[in-house]
């Protein structure tokens, strides 16, 4: 079984950054593909980005350019960098990961306004 935590959130201004982390239990965390979704106030919740095991990447078209995801193995954290965040890029996000079984963290706000 993987636990995931997720730290980073909170309010920052429109044009600002935030570093979300999620930090995963487990000697296997290398195998997971690791994502990042999100679930705004009355919206289902929507995929963000993807880290595969072997590294790739995939965003989803609203954050591209903007989101960059990554892993660092050796610390079983994967980390999502958001710039130029943007009113409508606030949300619960939350930590994914999938192997085999899917395992979810309990989100970290993130809330973008002046």
């Known amino acids: 079984q993987l636990q995931l935590v997720e730290s980073g959130g909170g309010l920052v201004q429109p044009g600002g950054s935030l570093r979300l982390s999620c930090a995963a239990s487990?000697?296997?965390?290398?195998?997971?593909?690791m994502g990042w979704y999100r679930q705004a106030p009355g919206k289902q919740r929507e995929w963000v980005a993807a880290?595969?095991?072997?590294?790739?990447?995939n965003y989803a078209d609203s954050v591209k350019g903007r989101f960059t995801i990554s892993r660092d193995n050796a610390k079983n954290t994967v980390y999502l960098q958001m710039n130029s965040l943007k009113p409508e890029d606030t949300a619960v996000y939350y930590c994914?990961?999938?192997?085999?079984?899917?395992?979810w963290g309990r989100g970290t706000q993130v809330t973008v306004s002046s």
């Open positions: 994914n990961a999938l192997w085999i079984e899917t395992y």
């Open positions: 880290i595969t095991s072997g590294g790739s990447t």
């Open positions: 487990g000697s296997i965390f290398r195998r997971f593909t």
